[in-house]
Each structure stands twice: as C-alpha cells, then as structure tokens.
C-alpha cells in the first residue's frame, strides 16, 4: 500500500559497492511489480519490473527479487555509482474500485552514494 | 510513441485561490490516469485514479477533486487553495493490462 507520512529511510552506499533495497507489499492478489527511480524535482522514472510467475529478474546493473510466499521484493544495484543517488519505489499492481487493475507505490528509500 | 505533458512546472498561488492543472497523454488510447502528491522527502500518495471518461476513484479525501473530460486529459483542481495543499503533483498513465507508468514531470505547487 501507500505510506507517505514518514521520512524516507535512507541508505549509504560506498562508490563501487552493492545496493540492495527492500520493499514490503500489502496485497497477496498483487500480480505485477514496479522498480521506480526518482531524482530530485523530477518524476519517477522505470527501472524493471517482474511478475509474479517469477522469483527473479535481471537488468543491467540490477537484479529484482521476488518472494511471495513473505510479500518482499528487493532491487540489487550492482556496483553503485554516484549517478545511483536518487529515492527508489517500489510499486504493486492491486485491483482498484473498478475491478481494473491500479498501481499503489510503497513509501521509498533514498540512496546516497558516498564517492 | 507515447508521451506524458504535465503543466505547469511550476506555480505558486495565494490561499484561497483556485487550482487547475493538466495532464494530457499521447499516442495511446483509454489509458488509466493517476494524480499523485508527493511531500517534501515523503513517498508518493496516490489522490485519484481514472480508469476512463468520467470514472474517478478518489483514494483519500481532500481540498481536491478531479475530472477527465477526454479519454486522455486528467485534470486536478481545487475551489480554495490550502497552505497544505503544497507539494509536488505528479500525473502518471498505464496501460489497461499490467505495465509500468509512465510519469510527467510534475508540478511544484506551493500556497502562500
């Protein structure tokens, strides 16, 4: 679900290090998952996404990791450059009022890459 | 291809007054419509989806309502602006089965 009140949990990597950023969602049904990246004053922009047919899927630089039987996903970003430096979303795809499908964001982390 | 215009960039309005902002999509038909509003160093809220012409799901109420009077034009409005209405707005589209949104990028709203 959506969790706007609070700070953002932010996490410091090392230039060169791994990332790796959790992410818990609400809905069991939820079928479909979103990574977001956001840099300051702009909107969120895709990283990769996976379906819930997967445990597991990769992209360049980054791994998304699935596990339903806990409802966790992660991101993976493997050895993070200062360009890394941004707030990371997750996003669930959940049945709206409509019975279509709508996207819920959970609450973000930001990442600082330490040069 | 398809493109999200999200305007204005920027806006600054006195308290009370009213609000009106845009978001069109291009290059895609029946698109879902989201507004969201995200806080200084907060998440993102979600404050209304449209899954079409005239649908309108309000997620949390509030100062703001919303309307979508063509199949790819979602606007966000207010009667009387609030000083906590300040925020950065951000529309998004997706498709009708599950894909990614797509996001403008936003606008800065601040009440004085």
């Known amino acids: 679900g959506e969790s706007v009140g609070l700070h953002l949990p932010t996490l410091s990597v090392q230039e060169g290090d791994n990332s790796i950023i959790n992410c818990a969602y609400s809905?069991?049904?939820?079928?479909?998952f979103i990574w977001y990246k956001q840099e300051s004053g702009k909107g969120p922009q895709f990283i990769i996404d996976i379906r819930s047919n997967m445990d597991k899927r990769q992209g360049q630089r980054v791994t998304v990791l699935l596990n339903k039987t806990v409802k966790h996903l992660s991101l993976q970003i493997a050895a993070t450059q200062p360009g890394d430096s941004a707030v990371y979303f997750c996003?669930?795809?959940?049945?709206?009022?409509?019975?279509?499908?709508?996207?819920?964001f959970g609450k973000g982390n930001q990442v600082v890459v330490i040069p | 291809s398809q493109t999200i215009h999200q305007w204005p960039a920027t806006l600054v309005q006195p308290v009370g007054s009213p609000l009106s902002l845009e978001c069109t999509v291009e290059?895609?038909?029946?698109?879902?419509l989201y507004w969201y509003r995200q806080a200084a160093g907060r998440g993102l809220q979600l404050l209304f989806y449209?899954?079409?012409?005239?649908?309108i799901s309000s997620e949390v109420p509030q100062n703001l309502s919303a309307s979508r009077p063509q199949d790819r034009q979602f606007i966000l409005s207010s009667k009387k602006l609030l000083l906590s209405d300040s925020g950065f707005y951000l529309c998004a589209w997706t498709g009708q089965a599950n894909t990614e949104a797509f996001f403008g990028q936003g606008t800065r709203l601040t009440v004085v």
């Open positions: 809905n069991s049904a939820s079928d479909y």
């Open positions: 996003a669930e795809n959940q049945e709206g009022n409509y019975g279509n499908n709508r996207l819920a």
């Open positions: 290059g895609t038909s029946n698109p879902n």
């Open positions: 449209s899954v079409g012409i005239g649908q």
